[in-house]
């Protein structure tokens, strides 16, 4: 399968600590990146790390990414409570395919 | 800044009739896509367009669905008789060019409910 996995599932937090979230996959890719989902809403994009790097910052965000391993973590420093929602990992495979692939998701809820 | 506009936001349509969810991806975009999820199930490819033709399906994307870019701007799905298991959110996204620059953007889905 290509499906992407995400651990955790759910994650609470206090406001302030930071939030790590991670996700594996199976293929060879090409990027692979990272969106929020508030309850309800639409997906927004919020940083691509493509196969030949290994750190990108954005913000409070920082993701790495190991391609031996085939995983990938998100993290997000100084939690607010604005950063409740649930967090996706998505790659694109390496050959031909354009197609995001998405994890399962992790649900973070921070509490004030 | 630019945003991927879909609508309507909800549509509510029983079993076995048409709906044909509109979208207007950004106007500098190439690539045109649609994903739905499932309630509480993970987001999964539908369907990639790139220039006037289908690029890519997924086994989702069977002979009730079809996808069409009428003119400059509007980006549809249309499934053609619809069933109970379609019922999720449908997203439509785009992105300027296929290089691992830029991720997509996705609009704000339509909530379709077949009952």
């Known amino acids: 399968s290509q499906q992407g996995e995400e651990d955790p599932q759910a994650l609470s937090i206090q406001e302030g600590e930071n939030a790590t979230m991670n996700c594996s996959y199976k293929t060879s890719i090409n990027n692979l990146q990272w969106y929020r989902q508030n309850s309800g809403r639409g997906l927004v994009h919020l940083i691509l790390?493509?196969?030949?790097?290994r750190e990108k910052h954005s913000g409070r965000l920082r993701v790495t990414l190991d391609t031996s391993k085939k995983s990938s973590s998100l993290l997000i420093t100084a939690s607010r409570a604005a950063d409740t929602a649930s967090y996706f990992c998505a790659h694109q495979a390496l050959q031909g395919a354009q197609k995001l692939v998405f994890g399962q998701g992790t649900r973070l809820t921070i509490n004030p | 800044e630019p945003e991927v506009t879909q609508t309507p936001s909800h549509q509510v349509t029983q079993m076995g009739q048409e709906v044909i969810l509109r979208c207007v991806p950004i106007?500098?975009?190439?690539?045109f896509y649609w994903y739905r999820q499932i309630l509480g199930q993970k987001v999964e490819f539908l369907v990639s367009f790139y220039n006037n033709e289908i690029s890519e399906k997924s086994e989702i994307f069977d002979d009730q669905f079809s996808v069409e870019r009428p003119d400059g701007s509007n980006f549809t799905l249309k499934i053609r008789s619809t069933k109970l298991e379609d019922s999720a959110m449908y997203f439509c996204a785009s992105r300027m060019e296929q290089g691992a620059r830029n991720g997509y953007t996705f609009g704000s889905g339509t909530r379709l409910t077949v009952v």
């Open positions: 790390i493509r196969s030949n790097e």
């Open positions: 106007s500098n975009h190439l690539y």
